[in-house]
């Protein structure tokens, strides 16, 4: 089983020595840097933890990660899981398009090369998302340059993974993903419009993503939520209004779990993505009523619509499996 947990740094936690650790095959680390590390297998995403959560370890099975860099991408394997990052510097992310076509393309070859043909979730996190008029907006040109990339490796709609795409303020962009030498199966949400169906008004190229994905990992199978947010069919719904948005993503999320029939799972690896870091308090005593806060980490974050205050992504688990 594959597990994600929120981690407090505190003065005697050592990144290097976690990645030693037998099971720990990354780390992801909210410090509001972007910007490729020494390390494979250390992932600083470019956005901050508000709920002071600043690290993510990401455990799978029980041997010590082999890791690596290859065509400017880290990457680090357990068995038959594989996660690859790459880093977009700064300059080229004035030219967002080519910068991401470029980045698929690398990422692609590298999970390829070590026998990994299928990933099943993938993160963006782009400088400055909602910059830009019209098709010009840096999230739209993200876009365009991701389904440039899936139609050069003949992805069809059917073999989306989950994935999520969010803005950071800082420099630099970063792509991770997360692949299996087995294909997953890719879920949409009745509740709402397969994204990549999005009509013309959402830009050029509608957005490359599945709205869940499940795959068995060691012989449980579990489902991964795309960022999820206040969407019914391709609508924004209660633009301004923090608890509503709220209410219509999880019911998303809830129905979207239901039907996949994964209601026996718990729910875990909770990202809620704010737009404004006030509404924190708000969004946290919201969700402290509905889950474990040590499960949730609220980060900082610009949403792909700039009418949309948050979104959430998670995963399913069955605790009685936890390391």
Same mark, same amino acid.
């Given at each position: 089983?594959?597990?994600?947990?929120?981690?407090?740094?505190?003065?005697?936690?050592?990144?290097?020595?976690?990645?030693?650790?037998?099971?720990?095959?990354?780390?992801?680390?909210?410090?509001?840097?972007?910007?490729?590390?020494?390390?494979?297998?250390?992932?600083?995403?470019?956005?901050?933890?508000?709920?002071?959560?600043?690290?993510?370890?990401?455990?799978?099975?029980?041997?010590?990660?082999?890791?690596?860099?290859?065509?400017?991408?880290?990457?680090?394997?357990?068995? *038959?899981? &594989?996660?690859?990052?790459?880093?977009?510097? #700064? $300059? %080229?992310? !004035?030219?967002?398009?080519?910068?991401?076509?470029?980045?698929?393309?690398?990422?692609?070859?590298?999970?390829?090369?070590?026998?990994f043909h299928h990933p099943f979730r993938?993160?963006?996190?782009?400088?400055?998302?909602?910059?830009?008029?019209?098709?010009?907006?840096?999230?739209?040109?993200?876009?365009?340059?991701?389904?440039?990339?899936? *139609?050069? &490796?003949?992805?069809?709609?059917?073999?989306? #993974? $989950? %994935?999520? !795409?969010?803005?950071?303020?800082?420099?630099?962009?970063?792509?991770?993903?997360?692949?299996?030498?087995?294909?997953?199966?890719?879920?949409?949400?009745?509740?709402?419009?397969?994204?990549?169906?999005?009509?013309?008004?959402?830009?050029?190229?509608?957005?490359?993503?599945?709205?869940?994905?499940?795959l068995t990992l060691k012989d449980h199978?579990?489902?991964?939520?795309?960022?999820?947010?206040?969407?019914?069919?391709?609508?924004?719904?209660?633009?301004?209004?923090?608890?509503?948005?709220?209410?219509?993503?999880?019911?998303?999320?809830?129905?979207?779990?239901?039907?996949?029939?994964h209601t026996a799972a718990t729910l875990?690896?909770?990202?809620?993505?704010?737009?404004?870091?006030?509404?924190?308090?708000?969004?946290?005593?919201?969700?402290?009523?509905?889950?474990?806060?040590?499960?949730?980490?609220?980060?900082?974050?610009?949403?792909?619509?700039?009418?949309?205050?948050?979104?959430?992504?998670?995963?399913?688990?069955?605790?009685?499996?936890?390391?």
């Amino acid at each position: 089983m594959l597990y994600q947990s929120y981690l407090h740094l505190d003065s005697n936690t050592d990144p290097q020595a976690a990645l030693a650790q037998p099971g720990v095959l990354a780390l992801v680390r909210f410090d509001g840097s972007c910007l490729a590390p020494a390390t494979p297998g250390i992932i600083p995403i470019g956005l901050s933890s508000l709920s002071d959560q600043p690290l993510e370890v990401i455990r799978y099975g029980d041997q010590v990660a082999e890791r690596g860099s290859a065509h400017d991408c880290q990457w680090s394997q357990i068995e *038959d899981l &594989l996660c690859v990052a790459t880093w977009i510097s #700064p $300059a %080229a992310c !004035a030219h967002i398009e080519e910068a991401t076509d470029d980045a698929y393309r690398r990422l692609f070859t590298v999970m390829q090369s070590a026998g990994f043909h299928h990933p099943f979730r993938i993160w963006n996190f782009i400088p400055h998302i909602n910059s830009g008029l019209g098709d010009r907006e840096e999230y739209k040109k993200f876009c365009v340059g991701r389904q440039r990339a899936f *139609d050069r &490796l003949k992805l069809e709609h059917r073999q989306y #993974p $989950a %994935a999520s !795409a969010l803005g950071h303020h800082g420099e630099g962009a970063v792509i991770y993903l997360l692949a299996h030498r087995q294909p997953g199966q890719h879920h949409e949400n009745t509740r709402q419009e397969p994204a990549y169906r999005y009509p013309r008004q959402y830009g050029p190229c509608s957005p490359s993503f599945a709205r869940a994905t499940s795959l068995t990992l060691k012989d449980h199978r579990q489902l991964f939520v795309s960022g999820t947010a206040s969407i019914l069919g391709h609508d924004t719904k209660a633009a301004g209004d923090l608890e509503q948005q709220l209410e219509i993503t999880l019911d998303n999320i809830r129905h979207l779990v239901e039907s996949t029939d994964h209601t026996a799972a718990t729910l875990g690896a909770i990202r809620v993505y704010l737009r404004n870091t006030e509404d924190y308090p708000a969004a946290r005593d919201y969700l402290a009523q509905r889950f474990p806060l040590e499960s949730v980490n609220f980060l900082h974050a610009d949403v792909c619509r700039d009418n949309l205050l948050v979104e959430i992504e998670a995963a399913t688990y069955n605790p009685d499996l936890l390391p």
